[in-house]
């Protein structure tokens, strides 16, 4: 009996010790994480003292969120628990999304009225992690110096091809970059909903609800940038549908208490289209705001790799289709497809697996197919962080961040500019964008002697001074459809217009 008493009271002391030994080493190990590579943000930081937050507890309760937040090998430890859940599988459908929408009334009546923005806490600091806010990780926050590509590092795909296109055509990809399959296609798809992420298989959805009075505001804001730029600059405006609207059913999106994307985007080129129509017959807009619906063309393309399946954005390859479009709206000539070089970059577990944690996205990550200019190789943009001006890639195959899809155009900055010296016909033209826009730039940097572009979110300078000043002819909105009912995207758009 004393034996037995003995054993388990050194069983209770060992353990204590263990548990013991692990909080100390949490404390004295110098080399705690101060970001996490899986969940794609900036880890808590130790707190600051001050004897107000120690007499409250606040202080105390934040080191304990530190400590935490910051134990060393906490990455590891997560990927092991994702490894573990993925053990047991999927048991149950939760389809409760977010459930907070507005109906779409495509029948609705616009009556034009001027534009008035939303009041904004003007103490209101952007967060480093933008994802946090936007299911954005671009931060911008890669070395800021010249990258050479380094083809020994990097699986490259290079064509000697470099004819210019009239665009009348535009091409197919090649078998490489179709749109990848599950290893497990073959099993029954698991189904999980986290906080508006729908997870299907090996592939994750943005779910999209549509919010009228932010809608509302966004289509007011691009009609009100076409009047200050009145007899100055054409504009045009392209919302890009997001994956959910070419992967998911109508029976998924209605199941799921998700909005319809393509009656969202419907529903905003209608009011785009019936305000211009007024302020053309009014007198006061020269030419309507035109606006591109590429749902159609990419639909068509929907097979191929056009759009990630463990990030929210679409490929470099969606980004080409749009392009072309565009520029064949505007009646640009451009490089064929084949004459890119095509950069492969593997690996990549994006902003809707690092939103989910979910192990089939984890078992089966993205690839990234970025295209190379056949002749613009540089860009020159504004770093948020220094205020100053860089010259950078315009392509990064070596970018060495998780966030693969940094390799395009320098990630999120608040200003851009590409000169194509092998053009000198005074061509300009400016981009609103978010961070759709990165794999887009490179597309259209063949076709103008001058691009410019701003990422609203960051940037807070006048737009029609900007256009008056660079002698832009063409300014383009370009916004993914998840971007139209998010409060400090349109505000920051608002910002800049007004």
Not at 148 to 162: C, G, L, P, W, Y
Not at 405 to 429: K, Q
Request: hydrophobic share 35%; net charge negative; glycine share 6%.
């Amino acid at each position: 009996m004393r034996s037995n008493k003995f054993f388990s009271l050194l069983r209770i002391i060992l353990f204590a010790l263990v548990i013991l030994f692990g909080c100390i080493v949490g404390f004295i190990i110098p080399a705690r994480p101060t970001v996490s590579d899986s969940e794609g943000r900036v880890l808590t930081e130790f707190p600051e003292f001050t004897l107000e937050s120690f007499l409250s507890g606040e202080y105390t309760s934040k080191i304990n969120l530190w400590y935490s937040d910051t134990f060393p090998a906490r990455d590891t430890l997560m990927d092991g628990n994702t490894s573990l859940k993925g053990i047991y599988g999927i048991k149950t459908e939760d389809f409760g999304g977010k459930g907070d929408k507005d109906e779409i009334d495509l029948d609705e009546t616009f009556i034009w009225e001027p534009l008035e923005s939303e009041s904004w806490d003007e103490s209101f600091t952007f967060p480093e992690d933008t994802e946090d806010l936007f299911g954005d990780t671009e931060s911008g926050s890669e070395d800021s110096s010249m990258k050479e590509s380094d083809e020994s590092d990097t699986a490259t795909r290079e064509t000697e091809t470099n004819d210019v296109s009239s665009g009348s055509s535009l091409p197919t990809v090649t078998e490489t970059e179709t749109k990848p399959q599950s290893e497990t296609e073959t099993e029954p798809p698991q189904q999980e909903v986290i906080d508006g992420y729908y997870v299907k298989g090996d592939s994750a959805y943005q779910l999209y609800y549509f919010d009228k009075a932010y809608v509302d505001r966004y289509t007011r804001t691009v009609v009100t940038a076409a009047l200050k730029l009145n007899g100055i600059a054409e504009v045009y405006d392209i919302v890009v549908p997001t994956s959910a609207c070419f992967y998911l059913s109508d029976d998924d999106i209605e199941r799921l208490g998700a909005s319809d994307g393509n009656d969202a985007i419907a529903y905003i080129y209608k009011a785009i289209g019936s305000y211009s129509e007024q302020l053309v017959a009014q007198g006061q807009l020269k030419n309507p705001v035109k606006t591109l619906d590429i749902y159609p063309y990419l639909a068509s393309h929907k097979d191929e790799y056009i759009f990630y399946r463990t990030d929210h954005h679409w490929t470099g390859l969606g980004a080409y289709y749009t392009s072309r479009i565009f520029l064949d709206t505007v009646g640009r000539p451009y490089p064929k497809l084949e004459a890119y070089k095509t950069h492969r970059i593997d690996g990549f577990l994006g902003t809707l697996y690092k939103h989910t944690q979910n192990i089939n996205l984890k078992n089966n990550p993205d690839t990234v197919f970025a295209y190379e200019s056949p002749t613009v190789k540089k860009l020159t943009v504004l770093d948020r962080h220094t205020g100053e001006y860089i010259e950078d890639v315009l392509i990064n195959p070596n970018v060495t961040s998780s966030n693969k899809y940094l390799c395009f155009s320098s990630g999120d900055r608040p200003y851009y500019e590409i000169h194509n010296e092998s053009i000198n016909d005074g061509s300009a033209i400016l981009v609103i964008r978010e961070s759709y826009g990165n794999a887009f730039l490179p597309m259209i940097a063949d076709s103008y002697e001058y691009v410019y572009a701003i990422d609203y979110r960051f940037w807070d300078e006048d737009l029609v001074s900007l256009v008056k000043e660079k002698n832009i002819t063409t300014v383009l909105f370009l916004n993914n459809l998840a971007a139209t009912v998010t409060n400090y995207n349109i505000w920051t758009m608002e910002r800049c217009i007004n």
